[in-house]
């Protein structure tokens, strides 16, 4: 699992070989395959990636009720590939937080 950063466009989509890759106010998770579609990306629009777990990164854990929005729509895709962007923060958590 590779964390990935857009700092020029926060709300980028990038579809990949291997299926598409959603920001999320700057933030994506994506598999490695996914990250190194992307790496030709990464000058051009300010993407930037980390394979290394991050502190407060979900890693396909639940992320906890404090965690920032961003976490629980990066989670909510990765258990239903659905569009959640229009949820809330509370409507995340009550749909995939327990």
């Known amino acids: 699992m590779a ?19 959603q920001f999320r106010d ?7 395959e996914q990250a ?4 030709g ?3 051009k629009h300010g993407i930037t990636v980390s ?5 407060g990164a979900y890693a396909l854990q639940r992320p906890s ?4 929005k961003a976490e629980w729509l990066a989670y909510a ?14 409507e995340l958590i009550d749909q995939y937080g327990g």
């Open 65 to 68: 009720p404090q965690a920032p």
């Open 36 to 39: 190194e579609s992307i790496l």
């Open 41 to 43: 990306l990464s000058a």
């Open 26 to 32: 700057g933030l994506a998770h994506a598999t490695s």
């Open 3 to 21: 964390t990935l950063h857009c700092t020029r466009y926060p709300q980028l989509r990038v579809v990949t070989p291997t299926g598409a890759v």
């Open 77 to 90: 895709d990765h258990q239903d590939p659905a569009d959640h962007s229009a949820m809330t923060k509370a």
């Open 51 to 55: 394979t290394e777990q991050e502190p």
